[in-house]
């Protein structure tokens, strides 16, 4: 990937993001576990979970119900 450019649109409010750019679990784990408390969200891209879809790339509903 080229320096400076986003994966996609948003990418910044993602977790991956977050997590191995902006370091949001070492430097802030308690805003990281706002994000990951009580999560419905699962990344088919990652594995990682989140409270929200809008916080992961590919987002898929934990519970097949959604």
Known sequence: MIKG???????????CHLHNISRLLTENPEEYKKLVRNARYICLGCGRVAASGENLCAPRPLDSSE
């Open 5 to 15: 450019v986003k994966p996609h649109q948003e990418h910044e409010q993602h977790l």
